[in-house]
């Protein structure tokens, strides 16, 4: 029996959770026991965890729902796998269920974590986390291991009254139950919790800056189960604002032929208040530039992300909280003609071209919502220098850094582009705008 202590983010223990589960030995059974679970986490282990499961493999869930750590779209999701599910919950008050145990076993050895990692992107990632993997040899430390799953069988194999299986009828209880929140509601509360006001005086160096280690990128596929939820999310939202407007111009009709009031004129749609349903925390987002100006040179400076892209991940583009509204920008608040509102920030960005040393800078770049348009954007003038349609940006936010954006040109025929060009799919049906996330 081995013991190795992990501290995180330095040793990732969702890396050496992932080995396990990769190995060229399939595992005879897999335990995942967490305190609180994530829509991402989840989404990340799915394919592999259902592959395992497909081809013999024991595979068993165990999340507890204390204290608001995971939402009703986990308990969804997790509910469609072929794999056995429990929630652990003690309804006595000042309980909470708080442990992380990930068990892989094979035929000839054993893998078992514990620490304070859970089953989310942070825990598993990202967070300052503490945990040990002790590794058994088989048939050897057979007595050890039976003996720590004895000792964990509590969370191992949860049973009633605390412990139980999550099936269709019980996912409609919890669904039902407002201690367990949605996912806009975790994001509500993550945000409160970070606070979004600067720190400014004395106390803004209270604390010290270094850089950890990334998240794995994102598997094509959590993007696409959001990007897909969000699509459709917007679709509805555009077909209840056209019944209401029909609705308005029927009502104003008929009142023109009563020789009655209008009535009141439908409010202005803010962008502000759509509220994913889902999201994305990546490490990088990807576009191919495109020219709206119908020349076969240089793009122009300004380049459109499609809104589903904004929607799918708000945390990295410091949407909304980050952006201020302003009137008609160019001619002034007061100025005559069509109201025009533009929501933007200003961060500065290093703009670079992937092999080419001498066309790098980090300079201010212009990020904005045009409200008439219904459209996200950013300038970048050096981009319409450097670059032509085709070519494909990586833009990844970054901290510890003069600037908050890193992107990167990658210039059609190379290396590079192909390999970013893999990750991006199109907009939609209605658009041949190609962008992903990793």
């Not at 212009?366 to 450097?386: E, I």
């Amino acid at each position: 029996m081995k013991v190795h202590f992990i501290a995180q983010p330095q040793v990732q223990l969702g890396t050496l959770l992932n080995a396990a589960l990769n190995s060229a030995e399939r595992p005879a059974g897999v335990v995942l026991v967490s305190a609180f679970a994530s829509l991402q986490a989840v989404l990340r282990l799915k394919s592999k965890l259902l592959e395992l499961h497909e081809a013999g493999t024991t595979v068993r869930v165990v999340v507890g729902v204390d204290m608001g750590g995971t939402s009703k779209e986990v308990l969804k999701e997790l509910a469609t796998w072929p794999v056995e599910v429990f929630i652990f919950k003690n309804r006595k008050g000042g309980v909470t269920f708080h442990p992380k145990l990930y068990v892989v076993e094979f035929a000839k050895t054993a893998e078992v974590f514990l620490g304070s990692n859970n089953l989310t992107d942070g825990g598993l990632y990202g967070n300052y986390e503490g945990a040990v993997q002790v590794t058994y040899a088989l048939p050897g430390d057979a007595a050890e291991l039976a003996r720590a799953k004895t000792e964990l069988g509590k969370f191992i194999d949860p049973a009633a009254p605390v412990g139980r299986k999550l099936d269709a009828a019980y996912l409609a209880l919890l669904q039902l139950r407002k201690d367990i929140p949605d996912e806009i509601e975790v994001r509500l509360r993550r945000k409160v919790a970070r606070g979004n006001t600067p720190i400014e005086g004395p106390a803004a160096d209270a604390f010290g800056f270094e850089d950890t280690p990334r998240p794995p990128a994102l598997p094509l596929a959590v993007k696409n189960v959001v990007i897909a939820a969000i699509q459709h999310q917007m679709a509805e939202q555009d077909k209840k604002k056209a019944a209401v407007r029909a609705s308005a111009k029927k009502a104003a009709k008929a009142a023109a032929a009563a020789n009655k009031p209008a009535p009141a004129a439908v409010p202005e749609d803010d962008i502000r208040d759509f509220v994913p349903l889902a999201q994305i925390t990546p490490v990088a987002f990807y576009l191919e530039l495109t020219t709206t100006n119908g020349a076969a040179g240089n793009i122009p400076g300004e380049q459109r992300i499609p809104l589903e892209a904004l929607h799918a991940a708000h945390d990295f583009w410091g949407w909304p909280d980050e952006y201020t509204e302003s009137v008609n920008p160019r001619k002034g608040p007061n100025a005559g003609g069509k109201r025009r509102v533009y929501l933007e920030r200003k961060p500065r960005w290093r703009v670079y071209v992937v092999g080419d040393p001498t066309k790098d800078i980090t300079i201010g770049v212009r990020m904005y919502y045009v409200a008439a348009n219904s459209d996200f954007r950013f300038h970048s003038g050096n981009l319409a220098k450097w670059a032509t349609a085709g070519d494909l940006v990586q833009i990844s936010a970054v901290e510890g850094k003069d600037y908050l954006y890193e992107c990167a040109l990658a210039v059609k025929g190379t290396p590079q582009h192909q390999a970013w060009q893999a990750l991006c799919s199109p907009t939609s049906g209605k658009s041949p705008r190609m962008f992903g996330y990793s």
